[in-house]
């Protein structure tokens, strides 16, 4: 049986809906932090792994430009309203980054799948968001 990689990424969604959350989970739908193959880290609305930048400051977003082709601000609307310890900061373009503790939130283009932590230590500048 043939599944498409977005039925395929549609049910692994509803699974991590469907599953309990930790103790350590906290945020809501848009972003959050859960447990995912034995390690607890903050995850965007798609499931996918966000990470954070060594060269940021809280609340200032410093990958601009080239930086953001490889690893892309995760953006919501204004307004978004999220969970504990979550907030949204404005980008020089006037767009609205999430972050986690005040620190912008980023995906990164190599991972391809929910659960890829691919980013991580990476250049030594970017971490995987941890609670």
């Not at 080239?66 to 892309?72: A, F, I, L």
């Not at 309203?81 to 972050?99: C, H, I, K, P, S």
């Not at 980023?106 to 890829?116: I, R």
Request: charged fraction near 15%; include cysteine; charge should be negative.
């Amino acid at each position: 049986m043939y599944l498409s990689k977005r039925a395929i990424a549609v049910a692994f969604g509803l699974a991590m809906l469907a599953a309990p959350a930790s103790a350590s989970s906290h945020g809501n739908d848009f972003v959050h932090s859960r447990s995912f193959n034995g390690q607890v880290y903050v995850m965007f609305q798609d499931h996918m792994s966000l990470y954070t930048y060594d060269m940021d400051q809280p609340g200032v977003s410093n990958c601009t430009g080239d930086c953001t082709s490889v690893w892309k601000p995760a953006l919501l609307d204004a307004g978004t309203a999220l969970g504990e310890n979550y907030t949204l900061v404005t980008r020089d373009d006037g767009t609205q980054q999430a972050a986690f503790r005040g620190q912008p939130l980023y995906l990164f283009t190599g991972d391809a799948k929910p659960g890829d932590t691919n980013g991580d230590g990476l250049d030594g500048l970017w971490r995987l968001a941890r609670p």
